[in-house]
Each structure stands twice: as structure tokens, then as C-alpha cells.
């Protein structure tokens, strides 16, 4: 779990630069946002696990529940993200929505 606060870091120390300019260049719209709530909320998320997972705390029951909230926060951004994505890339042809009446 550690080694993935690490990777996660990393990763946001090399993007620092692109992300600012995403931030404040260029206008704000929904995938910005998602994009963005996404990113925070499996850092968070991270982090938090590697706190509860390694620390005595003297209230484990309310920060469980944090952890389980900020969990459920980071994956449905981050699928809502995939899902624009996907939907930027197959918005020309019909594939996307006879995949989605298949499995829906």
C-alpha cells in the first residue's frame, strides 16, 4: 500500500506542470472536473488506507467510514471519467450505444 502512495506521488509531481495549465489555461468543463475530483479522491483515498491501515487510531470506526465514503468517491469519478472518455472517442459511431442496450 505504501508503494502505491509512492507511485501515486510520483505520478502527480510529474504531472504538476500539464495539470496547472489544464487548471487555470484553459476553460472549465465537466471532464476538467471529473478529471480532477478523480485525481484528489484516489490520493486521498490512498493515503487514507495507508493511515488506517498502519497507525493506532483511537477512533477506527469513524475513519473507516471516511475511508469507505472517500473510496466510493474516487471510483465512480474515475469510471465516470473512463465512461467520457470512451464516449469522446466511440461519439461517431453507433458501437457505443448498441454495447450499452447489450449489457444494460
Do not use: E
Not at 77 to 98: D, E, I, M
Request: glycine share 4%; aromatic share 14%; net charge positive.
Amino acid at each position: 500500500m505504501v508503494g502505491s502512495v509512492g507511485a501515486l506521488l510520483w505520478d502527480v509531481l510529474i504531472h504538476v506542470d500539464s495539470d496547472y495549465k489544464l487548471r487555470f489555461k484553459h476553460k472549465i468543463s465537466r471532464p476538467t472536473m471529473v478529471y480532477f475530483l478523480s485525481r484528489v479522491g484516489v490520493l486521498v483515498d490512498v493515503l487514507m488506507n495507508v493511515i488506517f491501515q498502519t497507525a493506532a487510531l483511537p477512533n477506527c470506526q469513524v475513519i473507516g467510514k471516511t475511508v469507505r465514503i472517500i473510496y466510493h468517491i474516487a471510483f465512480s469519478s474515475t469510471a465516470f471519467l473512463f465512461f467520457l472518455r470512451v464516449r469522446a472517442v466511440l461519439s461517431k459511431t453507433n458501437l457505443l450505444w448498441h454495447f450499452s442496450q447489450f449489457c444494460g
